[in-house]
C-alpha cells in the first residue's frame, strides 16, 4: 500500500498532565470534531479491501483544541498556548504515513510566532534534518492575499529562500494558490478550488494550526493544503501551469461529500488507475 500511495502521490504534488484527568476537565464542543477516521482502501471489482487508518479523538480546553490522538498508539499531537490564547507550539509523534505498519518514527514540530495584530507571520520547524532546520513567514499584503515564504536554515551558514507560496481568498474561501520554486520569482504553477456551501470542519479548527502546519490538516491528504483554512468544502481541485499569461490546467481533483447538520460527516476521494490496477479509495469521516 505505501508503494502504490506514494506513486499516487508523486502523479497528483507539483507541489505534563494525566490524560485522564485533562478529558474529564475539559468541555466537549460539540460544534468541534470530536472524531475522525482517516481511511485508505484498495477496490478491485467493486470490493474494498482496507489498507490502513488512522480513528483520531479531539481534545479541548473551552474552544482551544489541545489535543489528538490515534485510539491505536500511532498518532498523538499536542497543541499549546500563550496568556493571550494563541497558540504557540505542536508537537506530534507517532509513526509515518503512509505505511504506518512500518512504524518509521514520526516526530513533526512548530513554534508559532505572532505580530502585534495577532497575525501569524513566523511557523519554525525545530528539528534539524540534514545540519538544516526550516522556517516559513506569513506576509499580508492585503486583506484577500497571504504569502508563505518557506525558508531553509542552515546551522553554519546564511538561511535560504526554497519557495514562494501565494494564497488568494475570495468570500472566506482560498480560490487559487500559486508557487513559485527556488531561484525563480514567477509563479508558473498553482491550484485552483471550487467549494460547496456547506462548513468546512478544519474551518472550526484554529486558523493558526492550519496555517502553521498544513501538511497536517485534519483530511485527506489530497485535501491536505492551504484550502484547509476556508470556511466552505472543496469539491473540485484542478492544478495549472502558466506560461504566457495563460492557465494550462490538469485533469481535475474531484470530492464526493456527505452531510449531516450543514457539515460533512463524510469526504471520499477515488482514483482509478489507467492500468486497471485496483483503485484507490481514501475517506475522512468525521463526528462531531
Not at 489535543?67 to 498518532?75: E, F, L, P, Q
Not at 506576509?139 to 525558508?151: F, L, R, T
Request: include cysteine.
Amino acid at each position: 500500500m505505501k508503494k502504490f500511495l506514494f506513486c499516487f502521490l508523486s502523479l497528483i504534488v507539483l507541489s505534563c498532565t494525566n490524560d485522564n484527568d485533562s478529558i474529564e476537565n475539559s468541555s466537549v464542543n460539540h460544534a468541534k470534531i470530536q472524531t475522525l477516521t482517516i481511511k485508505d482502501e484498495m477496490v478491485s471489482n467493486g470490493v474494498a479491501s482496507l489498507a490502513e487508518k488512522y480513528d483520531f479523538k479531539f481534545e479541548y480546553n473551552g474552544d482551544r483544541l489541545i489535543k489528538v490522538w490515534d485510539i491505536h498508539g500511532n498518532y498523538t499531537e499536542n497543541l499549546t498556548y500563550n496568556s493571550n490564547n494563541l497558540l504557540t507550539n505542536i508537537v506530534i509523534t507517532g509513526y509515518q504515513y503512509p505505511g504506518i505498519e512500518d512504524h518509521v518514527p514520526l516526530n513533526v514540530s512548530r513554534k508559532l510566532i505572532y505580530d502585534s495584530s495577532n497575525r501569524l507571520i513566523r511557523s519554525e520547524n525545530p528539528v534539524v534534518t540534514n545540519d538544516a532546520r526550516s522556517y516559513t513567514t506569513f506576509e499580508y499584503p492585503s486583506s484577500n492575499i497571504i504569502i508563505a515564504k518557506y525558508y531553509i536554515q542552515y546551522l553554519n551558514n546564511a538561511d535560504k529562500l526554497n519557495r514562494v507560496t501565494k494564497i488568494y481568498l475570495d468570500n472566506g474561501n482560498v480560490s487559487r494558490v500559486e508557487f513559485a520554486f527556488v531561484d525563480n520569482s514567477i509563479f508558473m504553477q498553482g491550484i485552483k478550488y471550487e467549494y460547496d456551501q456547506k462548513v468546512n470542519p478544519n474551518f472550526l479548527i484554529d486558523k493558526n494550526r492550519i496555517l502553521g502546519l498544513v501538511d497536517y490538516s485534519f483530511n485527506i491528504f489530497v485535501l491536505q493544503d492551504f484550502s484547509q483554512i476556508s470556511k466552505n468544502n472543496v469539491i473540485k481541485k484542478t492544478e495549472f501551469l502558466t506560461a504566457d499569461g495563460t492557465d494550462y490546467m490538469y485533469e481535475p481533483t474531484y470530492l464526493q461529500y456527505d452531510y449531516q447538520n450543514n457539515l460533512p460527516s463524510k469526504i471520499v476521494f477515488q482514483y482509478d488507475w489507467p492500468n486497471g490496477s485496483p483503485s484507490l479509495r481514501v475517506s475522512s469521516i468525521y463526528g462531531y
